[in-house]
């Protein structure tokens, strides 16, 4: 087969190789959405925060508008302390409000940050004030024994 | 005297093998030592590329097309019973990103590239083809089998991650498009799980080192074959099974220390 045939075949085939690859990043994957451009740390403190994890997404009215970065218990309060990123893009009231979610029955937990009534907007490295735990089942059933019990009574 | 026969049995078998071992590394060592010509002269290992990846990318495609749907058929009918027909992508996704493509693409590309390779490099020394590229002082090892191996090693990767997304789109077609899972569930809980390093990263090294191992082995039993007809047959029988127990035996290897971290 002549050269420039061949180099055109294999130019083409690492070329569809980096697309393929281009694909799996951010199709697939989430790439995209970890490098958002520009973006802001917010900080909040949990009682619980059940399953969350590292990377889980944090929805304003259910669009995506940052992520979860960083999750640690604070050693003085026993409180997890959960740092997020935010889009600069979406600024949020300072008494709003975030919670731990679950998506569906089964799915994935994120945090559902909802905006307040306050003119100050959330700075870089602000804690967000009002956080609600997450619903542990097991709490949940227990309380509604002990409340069953009671009525009983 | 049966026990000693048995005993010196196993002895010629055990130095004939730690023997072969031995051989197989110095010819992996002399392929990496004369890899000077396969890049200085890169037209010689574009053309094997030409061979190996270009020409493997019909068996890749239809079966990672093939792979994906029947992920789709058999995650959807499993997934159903929770109620959590939404995670479909997930579930192909990550099958194919992390297992399926590296490994069911490596062991595709063992039987259609590493095979053939195999079966040249035997003829061309039974040919005394070989032979005749020392007389004339050119190193074989240089001129014909680095590049090989540098085409193997460039190709593997690629077409494993065009397995894996001709089988997402497999899995797309017959989740979404045939039996109807909410389109914009199944990307966004895919995109949700399938994390760039952890994920796709790993199976691209997985890809590679799989891609190493699979030419490596096919180019060392072609020039380990004996230069017969019958030589250069089980050469390739071996070629084969051989890549296809390492490709698994890695995978755990890999698998163990990627994501559980061993």
Redesign the interface.
């Known amino acids: 087969?002549e050269?420039a045939k061949?180099?055109l075949?294999?130019g083409m085939?690492?070329v569809?190789?980096f697309a393929?690859?281009a694909?799996?990043?951010f199709?697939?994957?989430?790439?995209d959405?970890?490098s958002m451009s520009d973006t802001y740390v917010l900080k909040a403190n949990f009682g619980n925060i059940g399953g969350l994890k590292a990377?889980a997404?944090v929805k304003s009215a259910g669009v995506v508008v940052g992520r979860v970065t960083d999750i640690k218990l604070n050693p003085e309060s026993y409180e997890a302390q959960v740092t997020i990123k935010v889009d600069k893009h979406y600024q949020f009231p300072k008494d709003s409000l975030i919670g731990i979610m679950t998506s569906?029955?089964?799915?994935?937990q994120y945090l559902s940050l909802k905006p307040g009534v306050d003119d100050d907007m959330l700075k870089n490295g602000d804690v967000i004030k009002q956080a609600r735990s997450a619903i542990v089942l097991e709490d949940l059933i227990g309380q509604v024994v002990a409340s069953k019990a009671e009525s009983a009574k | 005297m049966p026990v000693a026969r048995t005993i010196r049995n196993l002895g010629h078998r055990t130095v004939e093998a730690v023997w072969r071992i031995g051989y197989a590394s110095r010819f992996f060592a002399m392929i990496l030592l004369h890899s000077g010509t396969s890049f200085r002269r890169f037209?010689l290992t574009?053309?094997e590329?030409?061979f190996t990846?270009?020409m493997s990318?019909v068996i890749i495609l239809v079966a990672g097309l093939f792979v994906g749907v029947v992920l789709g058929l058999q995650g959807y009918e499993t997934l159903k019973s929770?109620?959590?027909e939404?995670?479909l992508g997930e579930l192909v996704?990550l099958s194919l990103?992390r297992e399926l493509g590296p490994v069911l693409g490596a062991l595709l590309f063992a039987s259609r590239a590493g095979s053939a390779m195999t079966a040249e490099i035997g003829l061309m020394k039974a040919t005394e083809q070989l032979a005749a590229m020392e007389m004339m002082s050119i190193n074989p090892i240089s001129r014909v089998i680095a590049p090989r191996f540098w085409s193997g090693v460039?190709?593997m990767?690629?077409?494993a991650?065009?397995f894996?997304?001709v089988g997402?789109f497999g899995g797309y077609l017959v989740g979404v498009v045939y039996i109807g899972v909410d389109n914009g569930s199944f990307?966004s809980?895919?995109?949700?799980?399938?994390?760039?390093q952890h994920?796709?990263v790993n199976?691209?090294i997985k890809s590679f080192v799989f891609g190493i191992a699979v030419t490596a082995i096919s180019l060392f039993e072609g020039y380990d074959a004996p230069p017969t007809a019958e030589g250069v047959s089980h050469a390739t029988t071996r070629t084969v099974v051989e890549s296809s127990l390492v490709i698994l035996m890695l995978d755990v290897v890999l698998t163990a220390v990627m994501f559980r971290g061993v």
């Open positions: 087969m050269r061949l180099d075949w294999v085939f690492v569809a190789g393929a690859l694909i799996l990043a199709k697939v994957g989430n790439l959405s970890l990377s997404s569906g029955l089964l799915g994935d | 037209q574009i053309k590329v030409y990846g270009v990318l929770y109620g959590s939404s995670s996704a990103v460039i190709s990767p690629i077409l991650a065009m894996s997304v997402v990307w809980q895919m995109q949700a799980s399938v994390d760039f994920d796709v199976g691209v």
